[in-house]
Structure formats: C-alpha cells, structure tokens
C-alpha cells in the first residue's frame, strides 16, 4: 500500500541543530550527526538539512558538512543554503546529497532553476517556498530566513517553479512553524491543485493526525516537519524520534 514519505527537517544554525518558532526563538537541539544515526536506526524515509545562515552570511553550506552526513546517513538527504552557482549543486551531489534544496536565489533569479534542472535533472531540484501573511492577511512568498517579502503570491511562485524546471516544492509556513498545531491544509492544498510537480508540506506538525490531515486534505506528495520529530511530551522535551511503520496508515 502506498504511503507518502515522511521526512524529518533539520536546521543548522553554528553547525549545531536548532528548532524554531515561526522562524525566531531558536532553541539548541543537538549534534547533526548524531541525529542522523538516531533517524538510520529508526529507518527515517529521507532527510532535510537546511542551513538557515548560509544566505544572510554570503555562504554556502559546507561541504565537510554534507560529506560527514553522506558517510554516516543510510537514507536519502538533501540540503539547502546559499546555494547560488552549478557549481554549488555539483559540490553537494560529489558529497553525497542526493537533492539541493535553493530558497532565496529562486526568487532573485528564477532562470537558475532553469538552468539547474537541465543541468542536473528535475528531480535533483527542490525549492523551498516560505510563505507568511501581510498585515493585511495576504499570503506572500518570503525570503533570506523570513526577512525580505517578495512579490509573490505562494500559486504564482509555484506556478513558475514548476515553469522553470523544479522537480518538487517545498511548501512552508512562517505563521505555523514550530507552533505544532497542524499545517496550514488551504495553503497546501492550493498549491497541490495549481502544480502537477510533487508538493511537500512544512511547517506546524504536532502530531501523526496532522500528517494525515495534509495528506488525505490537502493532496501533499509528501510529509516534512521539525517540531515533531525532535520534541517529546507537552514541555517539548528534546528527543529524536519517528514514527513507526505500523502507526502510519494512511
């Protein structure tokens, strides 16, 4: 029986692992490596690593970083930060990541998805589409960790993406991250109907009801969160886990 992926997103802040609330409040979790060998033994479907200080500092993520997690991961990863050039994306894929994840450079310049997806195929192209609501209650695509709004509507952003060549999107919301009270299922759902490209929802996973809710509700391809699989219990003690098989029924 087919189920969709289920895949646990990391975010790197120092080199260490962080969890943040609505893109603030980032609170220390742990060794990246380690939580990889905690994900390898509970047989985590893939991995998401996400550098959220590469862009604002004029970097990319590191290399050494991708090659330590491609010797110890036994499941798929991609990673994304400051990802601006071919030649990032070849460095990244020498090192073991199977997909680069590129955020911010998507919307400075879209003709680099592009360019990257004839260069390295669809399905090695994943963009990430923060999106967050105005004051006015209008839903924008953001950029550089949620500090520069765009001109964007999330659709029409989308719509382009998949114009351009990206194999898959990452749909994330700003106003539901680390809140663990579900995704934002209009959001998703929105978008799963305008593309024909697989779209992952990110951003507000509580628990294994959510998960279902984007899946069955709002047609995501595929399930990515953060909260739920490094926080434990109603005080958010930190503990790396996933679910198992048997409990995810689709």
């Not at 943040?20 to 380690?34: C, L």
């Not at 963009?127 to 960790?145: A, E, H, P, R």
């Amino acid at each position: 029986m087919f189920r969709p992926r289920i895949i646990p997103v990391l975010l790197l802040k120092n080199k260490t692992l962080v969890k943040s609330e609505k893109f603030k409040k980032f609170r220390y979790i742990g060794d990246a490596i380690n939580a990889v060998r905690i994900f390898n033994e509970l047989k985590a479907d893939e991995l998401v690593f996400l550098d959220i200080e590469a862009t604002s500092e004029k970097r990319t993520v590191s290399l050494d970083f991708v090659k330590a997690v491609g010797e110890e991961a036994n499941m798929p990863f991609s990673v994304g930060g400051g990802i601006r050039t071919v030649e990032h994306i070849k460095q990244i894929i020498a090192a073991g990541a199977e997909k680069v994840i590129i955020g911010t450079y998507a919307v400075e310049n879209p003709d680099f998805i592009k360019q990257a997806s004839e260069t390295f195929g669809s399905s090695t192209i994943v963009v990430c589409v923060d999106v967050k609501k105005t004051l006015l209650g209008k839903q924008k695509v953001w950029i550089t960790n949620a500090q520069k709004r765009t001109k964007y509507t999330p659709v029409d952003f989308a719509n382009l993406m998949e114009e351009k060549g990206a194999g898959e999107l990452i749909i994330q919301s700003i106003d539901n991250d680390g809140i663990m009270n579900g995704y934002d299922l209009d959001l998703i759902k929105t978008i799963a109907e305008s593309v024909k490209i697989p779209v992952i929802a990110l951003g507000g996973a509580g628990d294994l009801s959510h998960l279902k809710q984007a899946y069955k509700e709002a047609y995501a391809s595929a399930l990515a969160a953060g909260s739920l699989f490094v926080f434990k219990g109603g005080n958010k003690g930190v503990l790396i886990n996933y679910p198992e098989k048997t409990d995810l029924n689709f």
